[in-house]
């Protein structure tokens, strides 16, 4: 989080993880799709040809002044590839709060797994961990058929019982609540920690 | 100095005053009439932008500090593939038209100057590390601390932020 009194100005950092093609981007899409032109700034995506995230999207929005204050978000996607893994750790820099994009279908079980012990170690690094850090989790892709159950992927990866919420992002479904609980889930930890 | 707060889960809160925004703000004007470079940036390595001179305008900064960052922490991936065991300090970006050069500023923070091809590197180098150290000199300076509005996000600021961001994601 950046305070700078002068300009009124609260930064926050908000970052999307999760596996390859969960649809990470596609959330950030979706938003970018959807806001008043005046309180968001360019969707900025550095991908391969062939369409994967290969360093981070990343996207400023506003809300307008809240108590002459101007909060503002910046969110960033990692990329999801295994061997991108140096990136997702640098992108974690100041980070105030994480969106885990999981992928329902079941095959993807064992990469959401694998990310999110990729994403716990990656915060060890900065005396982060999960079980106090604040993030939500987004169980995307619900639309697919034989998508595996939400009480089963509850089991398998909220462990911390953070909030979560289904979501089919390429329709936006669930896009804009998972974002909100992230920016709660921030100002409420800041709020029990002064 | 620049308030860093860690929080109880190890998240870094940076709050910046407003006499101290005023300084870094004035060092950074002094650097582009020296330069006469046509932007310079300063930001801190998470790619938040912090301040800004010279014609920006047309040119998204937001943006740039977020890439300007990862910049940074792309090639200090390298130096340790390569085995240089500190960071590199500063990047230098070569153009037909323009240039960017940038440096870091301590640790935490970083400036990016973008010039025409016309001025020479030499200059920049050399304006650029007074900024430098005039910009180290404003981050450690405990004299302009004053406590900002430590209570700002209360929870009377929740749920209007709460307010706001349904209005806004309607």
Known sequence: ?194 | MVQTRKLKDGSRQIILNGKQYDVITKVLSELATKTKASAILFADMSGQLISQRGNTDNMNTTVLSALAASDFAATSEMAKLVGEEAKFKLLFHEGEKRNVYLSNVGDNFFLVVVFDVSVTLGLIRIYTKKAIEDLITVLEDTSSDEGGDDNVIDSDFSTLLGDALDDTFK
């Open chain 1, 1 to 194: 989080m950046f305070i700078n009194w002068a300009l009124q100005e609260i930064n926050l950092k908000i970052v999307y993880y999760g596996p390859g093609m969960s649809g990470k981007t596609t959330n950030l899409e979706y938003i970018h799709s959807k806001l008043d032109p005046s309180l968001k700034g360019d969707l900025v995506s550095l991908k391969t040809k062939e369409d994967r995230t290969i360093f981070f999207d990343f996207m400023q929005i506003e809300v307008g002044r809240i108590k002459g204050k101007k909060p503002k978000f910046n969110l960033y996607t990692v990329p999801g590839q295994v061997y991108y893994a140096s990136s997702r750790k640098v992108i974690l820099n100041g980070v105030d709060g994480i969106v885990f994009v999981a992928d329902s279908q079941p095959h993807r079980m064992e990469a959401n797994i694998e990310t999110l012990l990729d994403l716990e170690n990656n915060l060890k690094q900065d005396n982060h961990t999960l079980e106090s850090f604040p993030w939500v989790i987004q169980y995307n892709k619900r639309d697919l058929p034989g998508a595996e159950s939400v009480e089963a992927l509850q089991k398998r990866l909220n462990f911390f019982n953070v909030p979560s919420f289904e979501g089919i992002a390429v329709k936006g479904d669930g896009v804009f609540n998972t974002l909100k609980a992230v920016i709660n889930s921030v100002v409420q930890n800041v709020q029990n920690q002064l």
